[in-house]
């Protein structure tokens, strides 16, 4: 009985074989009217007809040839068909019971014809039997094959896909830069993902000053776009940098209304649907609009497109993309964020930084600050330039430690604190300390929460009478002092470049450290260069071979300050400052004997008549002798409270300026005060005489004593008039 089987079925696949066309379209119709949905596919639909051909011819030759099912190899358009299932993101269930499904149309087929070749009921009902073993073996054996092809694309897929996340993960956000950050979206969306990526973001999300009201439509900012191939003479829709709008009906709009992703598929003739979120030419045939949401907030539009003969996008890759967009959200609502805080601490620690020059006649004086390029933020530099009593000068630079709004914020206090104590005339190391304790309270008030609050400050004192000049350090870097070349070189002769030495007291906030004073003598013309060690800093170079390089650039060229602060941040300032760089370069002038005048007193009341004479004569000397009744006065008061209630050395001197100073130095250190005289009191109205015919007065003290002085304002004529003696002078 198996022989006569055995050449029933071969005499039955022989007869079949020159309809296999016909068996194959059976076939087809068959399983397209009962599993209609993988067709609608073209590739898969015109690769399915092929692969059902071949698998007729297969089990035909199992039947004829009598072979073991279960040892045919697969086709190789079984495996690319399983391949294509996998990429469009189709179920193996589904290729499976398509299989199942034409295996029945072929056997239905074979076993109608076995009547027509034997009329053996028992012959046909073993020829059904064997058919229906072999066609099961063939299919098991069929769909082992294809199970295996599908899962490896599958898992190849996933690995691409894993692969793409973790590229979005490392190539995503490595700036603080919005629109950088933009285009690193567009440029992973389109590495073997998508076609086409643009990249809108809300004109209101970026805060552009020239942002326009609320309105319907949402105007975005066009920030990235990539198309692949990666062609610069291609035209898109809209330009990187427009600002536009997509239509209220448009699913682009609906997508950034509701904040729900968007899957669309559409051909050439729908793409015209949202023109100016299409691909170039404006024809696509899937795309992804996903809203860029970080922390509640909707920041604007992220579009995939994919063109040509790449499969349309799935729900797994919507899943991929929805996971991409949401880190380059984040990373842009960082950068957005860290754009806003820094623009607002920049603007916050520029307004706060002296925006003009000081008028004063002891020092000609230029400053530079550069924010940092790195993405901690804007730093707590500041300098300053403070007039004080006696024609002196105050040169102030500081650093406070940390970055942004609160280290502005923080350095502004600072800068007041130190004003306030330069108006009460202190000595460089009392000056620290009382902002030392100024650090230490702020520390107390902000709490543990706020961080640690600290500074480095650098406070000089100069004095153009006696080209003195008075320095302390709270942990600050210590100035250059650049000597001028001597008068037989000429301006192009060699200049020493010095670095003082003198201890480096703590930084600020840290208490009960001492702060230490040093005095020098500085020639005229001599530069005073101050900076914070962001200029001395960087990642390529060592401190010691950058103070050189500080060396080797004051050395040479111009003293003009102006000159000397580009020369520096050329040859000093990275390419990327890690740090904010704050920059005062002073150059130091000196009164001549003519526009000063001293006297030592001795410690007798008799003393005053003299003394007021002196300034007389002091006056008419310097033409202006109009100035003479207040200026005795002045004068008299001044030197009655230092003998009466001063010490021995006495000395009155006179400062002609922009001003009129008079100045009286005692050795006692006792502070007068002003108050108002009663009725029948002896004393208690010298000062307040003083106050009423002075600009400002004021006291200050040193190692050997106080110096109580008084300021009278010059008119217009009298300027004219000293500034046209020192020109006669230099003459």
């Given at each position: 009985?198996?022989?006569?089987?055995?050449?029933?079925?071969?005499?039955l696949?022989?007869?079949?074989?020159?309809?296999?066309?016909?068996?194959?379209e059976?076939?087809?119709r068959?399983t397209?009217s009962?599993?209609?949905?993988p067709?609608?596919?073209e590739?898969i639909?015109a690769?399915?007809?092929?692969?059902?051909?071949?698998?007729?011819?297969?089990?035909?030759?199992?039947l004829e040839?009598?072979l073991d099912?279960?040892?045919?190899a697969?086709s190789?358009?079984?495996?690319e068909?399983a391949?294509?299932?996998?990429?469009?993101?189709?179920p193996?269930?589904?290729l499976l019971?398509?299989?199942?499904?034409g295996?029945?149309?072929?056997?239905?087929?074979?076993?109608a014809?076995?009547?027509?070749?034997t009329?053996?009921?028992?012959?046909?009902?073993?020829?059904?039997?064997?058919?229906?073993?072999?066609g099961?073996a063939?299919?098991?054996?069929?769909s082992a094959?294809?199970v295996?092809?599908?899962q490896e694309?599958?898992d190849?897929?996933?690995q691409?896909r894993?692969?793409l996340?973790?590229?979005a993960?490392?190539r995503?956000?490595?700036t603080l830069?919005i629109?950088?950050?933009g285009?690193?979206?567009?440029?992973?969306?389109?590495d073997?993902?998508?076609?086409f990526?643009t990249?809108?973001?809300?004109?209101?999300?970026?805060?552009?000053e020239?942002?326009s009201?609320?309105?319907?439509?949402?105007?975005?900012?066009?920030?990235a776009?990539?198309s692949?191939p990666?062609?610069?003479?291609?035209?898109?829709?809209?330009?990187?940098g427009?600002?536009?709008?997509?239509?209220?009906e448009?699913?682009?709009?609906?997508?950034?209304?509701?904040?729900?992703p968007?899957?669309r598929?559409a051909?050439?003739?729908?793409?015209s649907?949202?023109?100016?979120?299409g691909?170039p030419?404006?024809?696509?045939?899937s795309?992804?609009l996903?809203?860029?949401?970080?922390?509640?907030?909707?920041?604007?539009?992220?579009?995939?497109f994919?063109?040509?003969s790449?499969?349309?996008?799935?729900?797994?890759d919507?899943l991929?993309?929805?996971?991409i967009?949401?880190?380059?959200?984040?990373?842009?609502d960082?950068?957005?964020r860290?754009?806003?805080?820094r623009?607002?601490?920049?603007?916050?620690?520029?307004?706060?930084l002296?925006?003009?020059?000081?008028e004063?006649?002891?020092?000609v004086?230029s400053?530079?600050?550069?924010?940092?390029?790195?993405?901690?933020g804007?730093?707590g530099?500041?300098y300053?330039?403070?007039?004080?009593?006696?024609?002196?000068?105050?040169?102030v630079?500081g650093?406070v430690?940390?970055?942004?709004l609160?280290?502005?914020?923080?350095?502004?206090?600072?800068?007041?604190?130190?004003?306030?104590?330069?108006?009460?005339?202190l000595?460089?190391?009392?000056l620290l300390?009382?902002?030392d304790?100024?650090?230490?309270?702020l520390?107390?008030?902000?709490?543990?929460?706020?961080?640690?609050?600290?500074?480095?400050?650098?406070?000089?004192?100069?004095?153009?009478?006696?080209?003195v000049?008075?320095?302390?350090?709270?942990?600050?870097?210590?100035?250059?002092v650049?000597?001028?070349p001597?008068?037989?070189?000429g301006?192009?002769g060699?200049?020493s470049?010095?670095?003082?030495?003198?201890?480096?007291g703590?930084?600020?906030?840290l208490?009960?450290?001492?702060?230490?004073?040093?005095?020098?003598?500085?020639?005229?013309?001599s530069?005073?260069?101050?900076?914070?060690d962001?200029l001395i800093?960087?990642?390529?170079?060592?401190?010691?071979?950058?103070?050189?390089?500080l060396?080797d650039?004051?050395?040479q060229?111009?003293?003009s300050p102006?000159e000397?602060?580009?020369r520096?941040?050329?040859?000093l300032s990275p390419?990327?400052?890690v740090?904010?760089?704050a920059?005062l370069?002073a150059?130091?002038?000196?009164?001549?004997?003519?526009?000063v005048?001293?006297?030592?007193?001795?410690?007798d009341?008799?003393?005053?008549a003299?003394?007021?004479?002196?300034?007389?004569?002091?006056?008419?000397?310097?033409?202006l002798?109009?100035?003479?009744?207040?200026?005795?006065?002045i004068?008299?008061?001044?030197?009655?409270?230092?003998?009466?209630?001063?010490?021995?050395?006495?000395?009155?001197?006179?400062?002609?300026?922009?001003?009129?100073?008079c100045?009286?130095?005692?050795?006692?250190n006792?502070?007068p005060?002003?108050?108002?005289?009663?009725?029948?009191?002896?004393?208690?109205r010298g000062?307040?005489?003083?106050a009423q015919?002075?600009?400002?007065?004021?006291t200050?003290?040193?190692?050997?004593?106080?110096?109580?002085?008084?300021?009278?304002?010059l008119?217009?004529?009298?300027?004219?008039?000293?500034?046209?003696?020192?020109?006669?002078?230099?003459?």
């Amino acid at each position: 009985m198996r022989a006569d089987v055995d050449a029933l079925l071969c005499r039955l696949a022989q007869g079949l074989r020159p309809r296999t066309d016909e068996s194959v379209e059976a076939m087809l119709r068959y399983t397209h009217s009962r599993l209609p949905e993988p067709w609608g596919y073209e590739e898969i639909a015109a690769l399915a007809a092929e692969e059902t051909s071949g698998h007729v011819v297969a089990f035909l030759d199992v039947l004829e040839h009598g072979l073991d099912a279960t040892e045919v190899a697969a086709s190789p358009q079984s495996v690319e068909l399983a391949r294509r299932f996998a990429r469009r993101g189709l179920p193996i269930s589904t290729l499976l019971r398509g299989y199942r499904l034409g295996h029945v149309a072929l056997l239905q087929l074979v076993q109608a014809e076995v009547p027509a070749l034997t009329d053996d009921p028992e012959l046909v009902n073993a020829a059904a039997l064997r058919l229906i073993a072999a066609g099961f073996a063939y299919v098991d054996h069929s769909s082992a094959h294809i199970v295996a092809a599908y899962q490896e694309e599958r898992d190849r897929r996933l690995q691409r896909r894993l692969i793409l996340t973790n590229e979005a993960s490392r190539r995503i956000g490595t700036t603080l830069d919005i629109g950088r950050t933009g285009q690193e979206l567009a440029d992973v969306g389109t590495d073997g993902f998508a076609g086409f990526v643009t990249v809108d973001l809300l004109v209101s999300a970026l805060d552009d000053e020239d942002a326009s009201p609320p309105s319907d439509p949402l105007p975005l900012r066009r920030v990235a776009q990539r198309s692949v191939p990666d062609d610069d003479t291609m035209e898109f829709p809209v330009p990187t940098g427009r600002i536009h709008s997509y239509p209220v009906e448009s699913e682009s709009a609906r997508a950034l209304a509701t904040g729900m992703p968007v899957l669309r598929r559409a051909g050439a003739s729908d793409a015209s649907h949202d023109v100016s979120g299409g691909a170039p030419g404006g024809e696509y045939h899937s795309a992804m609009l996903l809203p860029l949401v970080a922390r509640g907030e909707t920041l604007g539009l992220v579009q995939f497109f994919r063109t040509g003969s790449s499969a349309p996008f799935d729900e797994d890759d919507l899943l991929l993309a929805q996971e991409i967009s949401v880190r380059a959200a984040v990373s842009i609502d960082n950068a957005r964020r860290y754009t806003n805080e820094r623009s607002t601490a920049l603007t916050l620690q520029r307004s706060l930084l002296p925006r003009h020059a000081v008028e004063q006649s002891a020092v000609v004086a230029s400053s530079r600050y550069l924010p940092s390029g790195s993405r901690a933020g804007v730093g707590g530099d500041w300098y300053d330039v403070i007039p004080l009593s006696g024609a002196r000068v105050a040169l102030v630079m500081g650093d406070v430690v940390g970055r942004g709004l609160r280290a502005a914020a923080t350095m502004g206090r600072l800068r007041m604190a130190v004003r306030a104590f330069a108006d009460i005339d202190l000595m460089p190391d009392e000056l620290l300390t009382h902002l030392d304790d100024v650090v230490i309270r702020l520390q107390h008030e902000e709490g543990e929460d706020a961080g640690e609050t600290s500074a480095t400050c650098l406070y000089a004192v100069y004095d153009p009478v006696s080209r003195v000049c008075s320095l302390a350090s709270a942990g600050h870097v210590l100035p250059a002092v650049v000597t001028p070349p001597d008068s037989e070189d000429g301006p192009s002769g060699s200049r020493s470049v010095e670095f003082p030495k003198m201890p480096i007291g703590p930084p600020l906030g840290l208490g009960g450290l001492p702060f230490e004073t040093v005095q020098f003598e500085l020639a005229e013309g001599s530069l005073l260069v101050l900076f914070t060690d962001g200029l001395i800093q960087s990642r390529t170079r060592d401190v010691d071979t950058a103070r050189e390089m500080l060396r080797d650039a004051l050395a040479q060229g111009s003293d003009s300050p102006d000159e000397v602060c580009d020369r520096l941040i050329t040859a000093l300032s990275p390419q990327r400052a890690v740090d904010d760089i704050a920059l005062l370069v002073a150059r130091t002038m000196s009164l001549d004997v003519g526009h000063v005048a001293t006297l030592d007193l001795p410690s007798d009341p008799a003393a005053v008549a003299g003394a007021r004479r002196f300034a007389s004569d002091t006056l008419t000397s310097w033409g202006l002798a109009e100035l003479s009744f207040t200026t005795e006065l002045i004068v008299s008061e001044l030197v009655t409270n230092a003998i009466r209630y001063g010490r021995s050395p006495m000395r009155l001197r006179m400062i002609l300026q922009s001003t009129l100073t008079c100045e009286v130095f005692d050795a006692n250190n006792t502070a007068p005060h002003l108050r108002r005289a009663r009725t029948y009191d002896e004393g208690g109205r010298g000062l307040l005489l003083v106050a009423q015919f002075a600009k400002r007065w004021g006291t200050r003290h040193s190692r050997e004593g106080k110096v109580i002085w008084a300021e009278q304002a010059l008119t217009m004529d009298h300027l004219f008039d000293i500034s046209a003696r020192r020109r006669r002078t230099h003459d």
